[in-house]
């Protein structure tokens, strides 16, 4: 096997192992075990038993660097090959007008994302611990799935999925994100793809630090907060920069971008995506309601799905798990009767504070949550908490839900047009900056971090005042 070392995964228990680019009448990556110590960059001639390299001749420069100069060429013909020319039609009007408008910038994304698994390039994936995110990640997962198997290559890439439970992207997350892909050497700069993560200035240290180890694809449909500096990424994609809004979700973003290079059929996942972040788009299809509610679930608490401790799940366990119609049967069950208890036991715990011709509804998470389960997150919970409220009181209402340090709240898209939401947290940002670390989200479902939860009885009293006085 004549071949390119592309990446090196460093020595492990397992021993060293690579990821070989080779070409023949197309181009495929090979992830094999090696003994014998390759150098990344250089062209060898390697015999091969059972994805192992028992041998190895360097070729010389000359005939080398030829070598690798088809492979070049023929890494960026096939990738352009593997584009679809037309934007997919969902169907829907206004979603198929922004994909139509957005297709030519996802697939320079997408050309991007396959010359990195074409090179065995470590990825990182970052999405967010939703309905959304999770269901954008899994679209993504197929996608690269259905690329590796038609190019013959015989794994997954060297791609690393990260569950994010956050808003933003850190400097921290940037230096884990960079100590992660230190563990490869590769001649193709490593990937960073982040799916549905919002706009807010937290973010910007973040992006600084990542953008000298990584190559970034940014997937997101927050509106766009003043400062934010992802925009300027040259693969940073949001419906907002294309004349849509929220409604166009980053799970159906992420699936779009997995549509542009493979033949990926998701409709119930794109479904869950608008579900599970309350689309205009989203409609009342059964399969769809319940796998957007496992999926929260699933991204919630991740031992009762996979049974892991370490807080994560990955697209491929999320596949399995749907492979399986009993355990989604257990798990959708399971959901139902969790939720209910927690939004009856919400209506008796919160506080009311009528205002005008509306209320603002203020519940102390510790009041309701399980001590068995992490299911409902505070903030999924507000959004099915005003639901039940909007359903008794009308909609002019409000929802304030707090524990530990952190604040959600949810507004009704009515009021979403009356109240600046992002505004209102930007406000509390600026005047209480010693006590706010962070903040922003939708125009109807946004949160704050608090640097101390000791000061959240002043945040809350702010808001609450905020929020009367607009319904007043």
């Known amino acids: 096997m004549l071949g390119y070392i592309a990446c090196e995964k460093h020595a492990s228990e397992s021993g060293r192992r690579y990821y070989i ?7 495929s990556v090979h992830e094999l075990q090696s003994g014998i110590v390759l150098k990344v960059g250089e062209v060898a001639d390697m015999i091969v038993d ?3 390299v028992s041998s190895a001749a ?3 420069e000359d005939e080398a660097q030829e070598y690798i100069a088809k492979l070049q060429e023929s890494v960026v013909s096939e990738a352009k090959a593997q584009l679809n020319p037309k934007p997919y039609v ?17 697939a320079t994304a997408a050309l991007v994302l396959i010359r990195k698994l074409m090179l065995g390039a470590p990825v990182v994936v970052r999405f967010h611990n939703d309905a959304d995110g999770s269901s954008g990640a899994y ?6 799935e259905s690329l590796m198997k038609k190019l013959g290559s015989n794994h997954e890439g ?5 569950m994010h439970t956050g808003v933003s992207y850190s400097a921290n997350d940037a230096s884990y994100d960079t100590l992660l892909v230190n563990n490869y050497t590769s001649v193709e700069k490593p990937l960073l793809m982040i799916i549905d993560f919002g706009t807010s200035t937290d973010s910007n240290n973040g992006i600084r630090q990542a953008e000298n180890a990584f190559d970034i694809i940014w997937l997101d449909h927050h509106p766009i907060v003043e400062g934010f500096e992802g925009t300027r990424l040259k693969n940073y994609m949001n419906p907002w920069l294309f004349g849509s809004d929220s409604n166009y979700t980053a799970g159906f973003l992420a699936s779009m971008l997995g549509r542009s290079f493979s033949e990926i059929n998701l409709p119930v996942m794109e479904d869950a995506s608008f579900i599970g972040d309350y689309s205009e788009y989203a409609t009342a299809g059964k399969q769809a309601v319940d796998t957007a509610m496992i999926l929260d679930l699933l991204t919630s608490d991740t031992r009762i799905g996979s049974g892991s401790f370490h807080n994560r799940i990955s697209p491929k366990e999320i596949g399995n798990i749907f492979k399986n119609h009993e355990k989604m049967e257990e798990l959708l069950g399971y959901a139902n009767n969790k939720l209910g208890e927690a939004l009856d036991a ?4 919160m506080r009311r504070h009528k205002a005008g011709n509306g209320d603002v509804f203020v519940l102390d998470f510790e009041k309701v949550k399980s001590e068995e389960s992490k299911y409902p997150l505070p903030g999924r919970y507000a959004s099915k908490l005003l639901d039940r409220l909007r359903e008794i009181y009308g909609p002019n209402t409000v929802v304030i839900v707090h524990v530990g340090a952190y604040i959600s709240i949810r507004l009704g898209k009515e009021l979403g047009e009356r109240i600046d939401l992002l505004a209102t947290i930007s406000d509390i940002k600026s005047r209480y900056e010693n006590l706010v670390e962070g903040g922003g989200g939708h125009r109807c479902a946004a949160s704050i971090k608090l640097r101390d939860k000791d000061a959240k009885s002043t945040v809350l009293k702010e808001l609450a005042a905020t929020f009367k006085s607009a319904l007043a």
Not at 21 to 27: E, I, L, N, P, Q
Not at 91 to 103: E, N, P, Q, S, V
Not at 158 to 162: D, E, G, H, R, Y
Not at 346 to 349: I, Q
């Open 158 to 162: 060297s791609v690393s999925w990260i």
């Open 58 to 60: 360097i070729i010389e």
């Open 90 to 106: 969902r169907g829907i009007d206004a979603l198929d007008r922004t994909t139509a408008k957005m297709w030519k910038h996802i």
């Open 50 to 52: 059972k994805g192992v």
């Open 346 to 349: 919400g209506l008796d715990a």
């Open 139 to 144: 679209c993504i997962y197929r996608a690269m």
């Open 21 to 27: 680019a080779s070409v023949d009448k197309r181009v």
